[in-house]
Each structure stands twice: as C-alpha cells, then as structure tokens.
C-alpha cells in the first residue's frame, strides 16, 4: 500500500499488449485507485486522458489526447517514437525499471559466458563429432566492453565486473565506476575498442548511433574479437559484419536485434556459422515493476520533481 499522498484523478491510457496491460492494471488499482487505467482502444472521454504509455502512440496524439501531459515508452526505448509528430512541450519518459535490467544482465552474461568458455567451437565441433579441449582462459583475462552506460550498460558491467571479467564502457559523457575502466566520446574511442575480447552494444538508437557498428569500427577491434548485439538492428551495418566474419576481423557475433525485425527467413545471417540469432528478447518490460516505477513518476509530475527516465528529445534518448 502507498503512504504518498492520493494522486490527482486523471485517465491513464495503456496502448501496448493487452495481457500485460492487466497486470498493470492490477497494479494502478492497488497502488493509484484514484487512477481511471485504461486499455487502448477504451479510453473513455479523451480530453480527461492525462497519461499515455505506449509502445506506438497513435499518430494523431494531440487529436486523440487534446489534454495529455505525459507520454511513457512501455520500453526502453524511445527511437520508435516520431518526436516530430508529438507536442514539442509533451514529457517523453523511457522505462527504466528493474525487471529491464535484470533481463538485459541475464542475456548478455549468458552471451559473454557462452563466448568466453567457447561454446560456440564446441557446438561447431560437435556437429563434426569432434573431440577436442581448447585452452580454458581465466575471466580475469579476458576484455569486455560496453558501448552505453545507461541503465543497462551499468547493471550489465557490474554483473561481468563480478565474474571476475576485466570490464570497461564507453559513453558520450564521462562516467565513474568502481574498478571499470570508463571512456567517452568519439576521441576515447579508438582506445577503448583497441583492448576488447568482447563488444557489447548498449547504445540508443539516435542519428549518432546509426550505422555505428561498421567496417572501420570493426577494424579498431583486436582481430577475433566478438560482438552481442542488443541495442537496435540499424545501428549494425550487416554487410559490414558478415566481410569481418569472413575475414576473421571478428570471430562471432551474438544478434538479439536485427534490421528488418523480424528478420526475413531467407537472409544470410541466419544460417550464418559465426552467428546466434535471438528475436529482440534479450529483456522486456515486465508489467509489475514497471507499473509501480511509472506510478512513482506520476507522483514525481505533480510534486514538480524529476520523472526516472526523462528523455532529453534533443539528444533523443
Ligand atoms: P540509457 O538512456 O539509460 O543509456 C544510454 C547510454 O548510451 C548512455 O550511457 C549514453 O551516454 C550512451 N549514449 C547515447 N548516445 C551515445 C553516443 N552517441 N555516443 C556515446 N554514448 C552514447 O538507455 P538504457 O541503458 O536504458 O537502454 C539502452 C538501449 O538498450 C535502449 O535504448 C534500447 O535500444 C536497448 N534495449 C534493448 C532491449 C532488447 O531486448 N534488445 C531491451 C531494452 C533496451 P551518456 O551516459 O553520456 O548520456
Ligand atoms: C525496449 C526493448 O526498448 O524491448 O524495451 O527493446
């Protein structure tokens, strides 16, 4: 039960998949009973319409919702949003909850476990029946790294921090973190790639960010160096990853995100030897947590402080 004050009555409109909006529902009843939660498409009077969470918000917004105050992502991200057709003066809030988190740590640990121990040669080899023992290398040895010390870049960092990997991240403004080494910009680049056994991509989806996983990337990567993908498909240059596999530039790459989504059946990537391919489930929101997180925003909005998660739509994430 809340001890915070009751939150003004307003109408909450939940516009993404229905099952998990019940969930959210139970929580909004529990927790914010003053609260009319809705399921798109009921959305009662629309001017009384406050709040929306949405994977994709209707195009019209300020048609359908004349009165809105707040758009929540029902993700992480927000690149699926045309910020253009939304109210310049609209707060825009990614999700950051922690059932995202907990998900994103589990997939990329299991990813950089499963390269590390190199699973994916003893997969090789046993389709040839072949019975050979690679050298076991201690985690303390081996370089991963990530691209965005978000959220999720963090909590993943300190996951591999605590198996005993040598981790560092890079992001746009400098960071701190105890025992990682933390790079930014364009300039601390080339020195953080130059070191990786492994690269995990956990950036946003921006226009600085597309097209970022390419040739010249790869080329500043040591050779046989591996790459998880969990960030978003377009910021991968495929034809520029399949010419590093082939050359051995990169040794493997792990794709939980593709472009298109979903990838088409006939494309080269899926039967790709060096490549594991999962359909955009490395994490999810899950509806409990992130209805208790987006409640605490509502509480934040109408006591003028600031919501977890605000995007700052110039930067665009
Ligand atoms: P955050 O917004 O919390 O963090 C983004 C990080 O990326 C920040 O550290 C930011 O730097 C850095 N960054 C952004 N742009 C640049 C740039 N141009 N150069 C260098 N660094 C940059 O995001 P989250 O951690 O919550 O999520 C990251 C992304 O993960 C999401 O946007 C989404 O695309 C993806 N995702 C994928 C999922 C999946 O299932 N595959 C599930 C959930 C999310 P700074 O700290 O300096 O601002
Ligand atoms: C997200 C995602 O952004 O699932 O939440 O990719």
Redesign the pocket.
Known sequence: MSLQAPLPAATFVYKSDPVRGRQWAEVFRAQAPEIDFRIWPDMGDPAKVRFLAAWEPPENISECFPNLQVLFSS???V?QFNFAALPPALPVV?M?EPG?VQG?VEYVTRAVLDLHRDMPQYRRQQQRGEWKALPVRPASQRRIGV???????QAVLQALQGLGFACAG????Q?QMDGICCY?GSDELPAFLEKLDVLVC?????D??RGFLNADLFSRLPVGAALVH???GPQLVTADLLAALATGQLSEAVL??TDPEPLPTAHPLWRHPQVQITP?????TQPLSAAAVVIDNLHRFHAGQPMTGLVDRA?G?
Do not use: E, F, K, Q
């Not at 691209?147 to 870049?153: A, R």
């Open positions: 993700g992480a991200g690149d990614r950051v995202i994103m691209l965005g010390l978000g959220s999720l870049g890079w992001s746009r403004s960071h930014a956990l950036l946003p989806l921006t600085a960010t969990v960030g978003r939980d995100v955009h489930i490395a994490s999810m930067r994430y």
